[in-house]
T-cell receptor, first 111, second 114 residues
């Protein structure tokens, strides 16, 4: 079993839609949860991170962690064509430096 | 403020040759991480280094791969006797403090082995 699992998609939505991206994880020791955005042929860009359970909002983006169900979510409101990218969830122990990534979900927002 | 720099951006090697990938961390960052991204797969951790020290190499293949981060100069990921299965995008990330979750990634080096 992979430590972080993510539906690879692809996911296609019309402009303005609310997008929900999800991951599950298996290791209870994970404490930090991140979302990265990766445009084609580029490096990953950190969007948001949360510590433990709860919600975090940044503009059109909301990250949510439910540790009881080991579920990580990213919501994008009023999606734009410029949001078209691959979204990677990642988790991190509170030790060492290793980030554990999900497979990534490819998102396409159609004008 | 320059971000993480990697070079070359693209590298073509024939089977059996050596590949050297370079990474210059962000200014003020002394922690470097290497990840590999195979087609249709997510990023996989390879190695975590501080200046002159390997902290965690649990993701490094046992043979042919090595990494260093010298006191002066960039971090180097070295792959000896490359095989076709080494074809991938290799990303470097850096952070300011030890083990922080805030890792900033470079643009990657895309290695193609013919």
């Amino acid at each position: 079993q992979k430590e972080v699992e993510q539906d690879p998609g692809p996911l296609s939505v019309p402009e303005g839609a609310i997008v929900s991206l999800n991951c599950t994880y298996s290791n209870s020791a994970f404490q930090y949860f991140m979302w990265y955005r990766q445009y084609s042929r580029k490096g990953p860009e950190l969007l948001m991170y949360t510590y433990s359970s709860g919600n975090k909002e940044d503009g059109r983006f909301t990250a949510q962690v439910d540790k009881s169900s080991k579920y990580i979510s990213l919501f994008i409101r009023d999606s734009q064509p410029s949001d078209s990218a691959t979204y990677l969830c990642a988790s991190w122990y509170n030790q060492g430096g290793k980030l554990i990534f999900g497979q990534g979900t490819e998102l396409s927002v159609k004008p | 403020n320059a971000g993480v720099m990697q070079n070359p951006r693209h590298l073509v090697r024939r089977r059996g040759q050596e590949a050297r990938l370079r990474c210059s961390p962000m200014k003020g960052h002394s922690h470097v991480y290497w990840y590999r991204q195979l087609p249709e797969e997510g990023l996989k951790f390879m190695v975590y280094l501080q200046k002159e020290n390997i902290i965690d190499e649990s993701g490094m293949p046992k043979e042919r791969f090595s990494a260093e981060f010298p006191k002066e100069g960039p971090s180097i990921l070295r792959i000896q006797q490359v095989v076709r299965g080494d074809s991938a995008a290799y990303f470097c990330a850096s952070s300011q403090t030890s083990g922080t979750e805030t890792q900033y990634f470079g643009p990657g080096t895309r290695l193609l082995v013919l």
